[in-house]
Each structure stands twice: as C-alpha cells, then as structure tokens.
C-alpha cells in the first residue's frame, strides 16, 4: 500500500473530526440530490411510498457505514486507500498461504472496481450541474441551453472544481463547510415552509392525507421500486475513509466521520426534506403532465415548482426569487458533492499508483500543496468529458448514472464482505458490527444492484437499452483490468498471487499502523 520513504512528500495529516467529517457531509449533499432526483423518484405510482424508501436506503447505508468504520478502527495506518487497502490487509493477515495468497488479487479488484464509482460519480454530478444551470438560465433567457452552451458549463464547472481539489483538502474542508451550511439552511426553510403552506391551506386535496401517510409504506411493489432509486441518495459516508493520511487521528475520527456524515446528512436531513416535500404536495400543483405527483414527474424541477408557489403565497409574491435562491444552494451543494467524491477517487487512485498497480506517475504528491495533482487533473477532465457527454440527453445522463450505481454496489458489497473477511477468527469481535451488520450490508447491496438493473431492463425502450449499455462498459472495464494485470505480469514478472514466502520478506505486522502491506509500498 502507499507508503512514504526518504525525501518524498508526504501528506499532511491536518483534519480533526470536524474536517473529517464535513468531506463526507458533502458527498452526500441532501441540498443537491432533493432537487436532481425528485422527478425520477415521483412516479404516480409508487411515489406514496418514497419517505419509507429514504428509511430502508438509509438503513442499508447505515448497515455499510458500519462495515467501513469497523474496518477503519482495525486499520488506521490505511492512509488513502480505504477499501483497497482494507481488502489487501484482510485476506493478508490469514494464516494460510492458500488464503493469502489472493490478497494482491483482491486489492486489485476492489480498487479497480472501486473506479466506475469514483471516476464517473463526479462526472454525474457535472452533468446536473449543466442542467441546473441551464435551469436557472432559461427561466431569465429562454432561448439559453444548446448543446455548446450546456457542455461548456460542465467543463467550466469541472475546471473549479479540479482547482480547488489540486490546492488540497484544508481549502476543500473550508470550502466544504460553507456548502454544507448553505445548503442545510436552504433545506430547512424549505421544510419549515413547506409545512407551513400545508397548514395555511386545509382546503386543497394533498397526495398524502395526514403526516402519517407520508411516513408509511403503501403498497410492496412500489416501496422496492423507490428503495432502488432511494438508495443513490445516501452513497458518500465512505468517503471519510480516504482521508486516513490526512487525519489526526485515524483511529477514532475516521469511524466517527462515516457514521456522524450519514447521521446528519441523512437521518436528519434527508428525513426533514422528504416529508416535507410530500407532505405538501397536491392536485392544485399541475403541468401538461397532470398534477400532484403526475406535475412533479413530468417537471424538469418539481422542486422548483413547489418553491416557486410556497414563495408566492407566504413570501409576498417572491415565488421566482425564492426558487432561484433554493436553485443556487443546490449549485452549491452539487459543488460539494463534486469536490468530495473527486478528493475521494483521486486519493485511492494514488494509492494504487503508490503500489505500480496503476502507472506510477499516479502516485506522485504536488510539492507545495502535498496533493495527488496528476490525479487531480486526470479526474478533472474525465469528469468535464462524462458530465458533457451526460448532459446532452436524458439517455446520455442515465447510462453514465447506472455505470457510477453499477461501481457503488459493487464497492459497497465487497467492503461488507471484507470487513467478515478481516474479524473471521478475532477473539473478543462484536458479533454486531463484524458479522450481522456486515453480512446484511452485503446481502441488501446486491440485492439492491439487481433490483436496480432489473427494473431499468423490464420496463423496456429508452431505459433496458440504457441499462444494457452500463452493463457491457462496466463488463468491458473489468475485463480491461484484469487484461492490465496480467499484461503487468508478462512485462515485469510481478506475480498476481503472493507466494509462500510473502508475508515472511514482508516482515510486518498487519493492522499495526506501519501503513505498509505489499512488497512494492515498502
């Protein structure tokens, strides 16, 4: 794993809880996913169900957030290669060579992998960038959004985004701390109003007769449908554990962040806002599509629309003007979400490239900022090419979306089940946190990624094109992984399983914080 020797720069280890812990926040980002994601989510026909499906992704969440911070406690010398490093020190630390012998394989796997989540997600983001944007401009200059005009805000946004990452994570932690406050205050008068406008108005019909329908499940079928867009929502908690090298102290705040960021980000605020939003909605909001949750799903930006007439009437007429503002906090917040997924990616990248299982021009660190600038530029521009390529169709956006989703479970899967890899044996374990959490967290993240492909197959058209699309790419860059991999092993000799011998020439302790695994790191 990445390890510093002699005169090399090294990262700084300058954030306490709080810095930790905003980094993830902004990853998960309520402020900007309400507002992307609502119109998908209010399908008439399962959009009664869409509260209770935030509870159960949250829950699947809090169940992997889990996973990672037991793994994080365990191996705080991880430096930035969070779920890479964690695979290699799992299977290392077995006592059989016939068991640790795939630990190099399964490092590999897992940070490779790892990257159809961290390499597209921030492209994602770029592209609703574009499409906010766009949305803040044409409601002022109608004839903006061609294609031209679209794709250079995602590589200008891109670019910002790129700089304040290559300058290093004290700026994106100050920056981030900003964005979480914008968009949190934004998401409470939001909620507080939406209530409000409900209360003030008892003689319009609402979706959801009393706050106790918002919160409940209706009906089975639609609950599974919502659970499987709901649970997008909530990636990002693990974000915390690539900032290992840059903590004080890994082994207490790294835990802390995964669990504290998805606490706040999602089971206050996530709760707080999709009450909201469906505890106010009803038949007198309508469009060409129909009203109430019809309106909202053939609305570019349902939630614009509701701030727009919750403004009007208890703003005095500052409908458009509360709407622009709540738009801007989203920007914000899709700033952060950016940001932190970007800090995330690159930093796993520099560990693989710390390793040579990426080039080893990704392992280089920036001399005065101590940051992985070739990464940094890299992702930047991968980002501005998929969130341009995204933003110019619907298609578009849902093929790059399912590719980064695709890497998410996987991701998420694979880490639940390395953590039962890593406790199997440990005397004293917790039967909770290293068995029962874990292997549920496994168990619902596949499921969840089949229930995912399954639904966007079966419903045909645009949608099972799309999915099949995702799939080949992310087949097609497993397949170029392990076709890296063995080509590594013709040029150089590097053997894809460690021999007998390995952890003997190692001479290390796993887990003991001396941050190195693998012959290549020392």
């Known amino acids: 794993m990445a390890t510093e020797t002699g005169g090399e720069v090294r990262m700084q280890p300058t954030l306490g809880l709080t810095g930790v812990t905003i980094n993830a926040m902004a990853l998960i980002a309520p402020g900007a996913f309400l507002w992307t994601t ?8 399962s959009a009664m169900n869409m509260w209770f499906s935030v509870f159960i992704a949250t829950a699947i969440a809090m169940l992997t957030a889990i996973a990672y911070a037991t793994l994080a406690r365990r191996y705080p010398e991880a430096g930035p290669g969070s779920s890479y490093y964690f695979a290699e020190a799992a299977v290392l630390q077995q006592e059989e060579h016939r068991h640790f012998k795939f630990a190099r394989l399964s490092k590999f796997i897992v940070g490779w992998a790892s990257h159809l989540y961290y390499w597209v997600y921030p492209g994602v983001m770029v592209a609703f960038m574009g499409l906010v944007i766009t949305y803040i401009i044409q409601t ?5 959004g061609a294609p031209w005009q679209e794709v250079l805000v995602c590589i200008v946004f891109a670019i910002i985004v790129g700089a304040i990452a290559y300058i290093g994570v004290t700026g994106a932690t100050l920056a981030n701390i900003i964005i979480n406050a914008i968009q949190i205050i934004a998401l409470v008068s939001f909620s507080i109003l939406a209530v409000v406008y409900r209360i003030q108005h008892p003689e319009l019909h609402y979706m959801h007769p009393n706050p106790l329908s918002v919160v409940l499940p209706h009906d089975l079928g639609g609950l599974i449908f919502q659970s499987t867009i709901a649970i997008l929502l909530v990636v990002g908690f693990e974000s915390a554990t690539a900032l290992a090298a840059e903590a004080k102290n890994p082994a207490r705040d790294i835990p802390r962040g995964v669990i504290l960021s998805l606490v706040i980000q999602a089971v206050i605020f996530y709760f707080l806002e999709y009450f909201a939003a469906n505890f106010v909605i009803n038949d007198a909001y309508k469009n060409a ?10 609305s570019v930006a349902p939630i614009g629309d509701l701030a727009r007439i919750i403004g009007d009437s208890l703003l005095g007429g500052n409908g458009l003007a509360y709407a622009m503002m709540l738009a801007a906090s989203v920007v914000v917040a899709l700033v952060g979400t950016s940001l932190s997924c970007l800090n995330t990616g690159v930093r796993v990248t520099y560990a693989m490239g710390k390793d040579t299982e990426l080039p080893v021009v990704f392992g280089f660190l920036h001399g005065r900022f101590r940051t992985p600038h070739v990464g940094v530029i890299v992702l930047t521009i991968i980002s501005a090419l998929v969130g341009s390529y995204g933003v ?15 890497g998410t479970f996987l991701l998420y899967g694979m880490t639940c089940l ?24 496994a168990l619902m993240n596949i499921l969840m990624l089949v229930g995912v492909l399954y639904y966007a197959i079966t419903a045909g058209g645009a949608s099972q094109l799309n999915t099949i699309i ?10 170029i992984g392990f076709g890296y991999l063995y080509i590594r092993k013709l040029v150089t000799g590097t053997p894809i399983l460690y021999p007998e011998d390995h952890k003997e020439k190692l001479g290390l302790k796993i887990g003991s914080g ?3 695994l693998s012959g290549e790191s020392s």
Do not use: E
């Open 38 to 45: 609502y119109q998908i989510q209010a399908v008439p026909s």
């Open 140 to 144: 002022f200059v109608p004839s903006f």
């Open 289 to 298: 599509g129909g009203s109430g949750f019809a309106a909202a799903n053939s």
């Open 392 to 406: 110019l169709n619907v298609n578009n956006l849902t093929q790059v979306t399912l590719i980064s989703n695709i």
């Open 418 to 441: 390395i953590c039962l890899i890593a406790f199997r044996g440990v005397p004293g374990r917790s039967f909770f946190s290293t068995i029962l959490a874990p292997a549920l967290g």
């Open 470 to 479: 995702a799939a080949l790419f992310a087949v097609a860059w497993l397949v």
């Open 514 to 516: 001396s941050g190195v």
